[in-house]
């Protein structure tokens, strides 16, 4: 099941439980490209490669309390939910929760929901911002996710949006 969880462990305040990704993915040149068929462009050098990771990509960041990570869980049911369901799901363990942004928009010209919220993970309490971005093809579900502390989150919010906008399909 894909589900944000925990992440205080890993980032200083955020990581992320989510469906382990298939084998085989490689970086060239600052791009990640995926066995499951996506590839994104990481954000540069304030951002570490988490090596131990249950998502395809966990960035974080090198001096601060946030994290990204790109997922795609390619289960045979998950496409078929609606973006919406999907969205929640990705967001079980944050209680709290109050919608700032939301709606739809197109990614890599395909239809995906938009969404900015503030919460608190269960696991710690923290106070964290989060901005995610649910899209489907008809094999898997792709989740974009950016997560810091409500304070600093517009500082390092242009680089989740850079990776976002390479975003594309393989």
């Not at 305040?13 to 600052?30: D, H, K, N, S």
């Not at 994104?40 to 946030?66: F, I, M, Q, T, Y």
């Not at 239809?111 to 489907?136: C, M, N, S």
Request: aromatic letters at 6%; a neutral charge; proline letters at 5%.
């Amino acid at each position: 099941m894909r589900q944000l969880a925990c992440i205080a462990a890993r980032v200083g305040l955020v990581a992320f439980g989510v469906t382990a990704g298939c084998a085989g993915p490689r970086i060239e040149a600052g791009v990640y490209h995926s066995p499951k068929g996506y590839r994104v462009a990481l954000p540069g050098p304030d951002w570490v490669l988490a090596r131990e990771s249950d998502a395809d990509v966990e960035l974080r960041h090198r001096s601060a309390a946030a994290g990204m990570l790109v997922n795609a869980a390619c289960e045979a049911e998950a496409p078929r939910r609606s973006l919406r369901v999907l969205a929640r799901h990705l967001l079980v363990g944050v209680v709290g929760r109050t919608m700032v942004e939301q709606g739809e928009v197109t990614l890599d010209g395909r239809h995906a929901l938009h969404g900015v919220l503030e919460g608190r993970l269960a696991a710690d309490g923290q106070p964290v911002r989060i901005e995610t971005y649910v899209l489907t093809n008809d094999r898997c579900v792709y989740d974009l996710v950016y997560v810091a502390p409500e304070g600093p989150f517009d500082a390092w919010r242009a680089d989740f949006r850079r990776l976002v906008e390479t975003f594309a399909m393989e």
